[in-house]
Each structure stands twice: as C-alpha cells, then as structure tokens.
C-alpha cells in the first residue's frame, strides 16, 4: 500500500521560501512520476509541480514557473519542492501524489495515493 507523508508547511511572509518534503513508500515509483498539487478553500484542487523517479523530467504549472523547483532523493523515497518568492496566492493545502500510470497529465484524476496535506500559508 502506497503511502506518502508531506511535511514542511508553515506561515511564511510575502517573498518568503520553505521547502517541502513528501516521504514515499509501499511501491516501487521508477516507472511513474510524483506531483505537487494544491488546493485553496473554496478552489479546485491544482497542479503545481510533478518529476519522473528514475530521469530528470519534471513539469511545472505556469503560476510557479521561475520560483518552485521540484527534486527527487531516490535513495530516500523522497520529493521535495522548493518554494521560493511566495506570494499570498499561493496560500493552500499543497498535497503529494503518485501518477496512476506512465503518461500523465496535470489533472488530478490522472493522480493517486493522496497524502494527508501540509499548509503553507503566505502573509502579506
């Protein structure tokens, strides 16, 4: 059984950085990619960010482009995104999750095995 343990979260101001993790486990992951999705109150749930487990492919949704870098420590089942130039819009949930199968697209349906969350909360 899949699971994956986001942590990282805080309260951080306008300009600000903090840096992600999502510990991985209960499957091999080299044949599929993990994402970075997100999801503000009363919003639909977004993509962010997702990385290919065994080459270096990664995806970023427009909004962070320049500012959120997603990386991978395959020896410790681990995702990280990097957060940096927060703005208070990017105040969410921001959730981690494993693509069901090898071609993905940035919807979230095309993800599973959910984590539990980490938010991140960006003052102005």
């Known amino acids: 059984q899949v699971q994956l343990v986001e942590s990282g979260g805080g309260l951080v101001q306008t300009g600000g950085s903090l840096r992600l993790s999502c510990a991985a486990s209960g499957r091999s992951f080299k044949d599929t990619a993990l994402a970075w999705f997100r999801q503000a109150p009363g919003k639909e749930r977004e993509f962010v960010a997702a990385?290919?487990?065994?080459?270096?492919?990664?995806r970023y949704a427009d909004s962070v482009k320049g500012r959120f870098t997603i990386s991978r420590d395959s020896a410790n089942n681990t995702v990280y995104l990097q957060m940096n130039n927060l703005k208070p819009e990017d105040t969410a949930a921001y959730y981690c999750?494993?693509?069901?199968?090898?071609?993905?697209?940035?919807?979230?349906?095309?993800?599973?095995?959910w984590g539990q969350g980490t938010q991140v909360t960006v003052s102005s």
């Open positions: 990385t290919r487990w065994t080459f270096s492919s990664t």
């Open positions: 999750a494993v693509a069901k199968q090898f071609y993905y697209t940035q919807r979230a349906v095309d993800f599973g095995s």
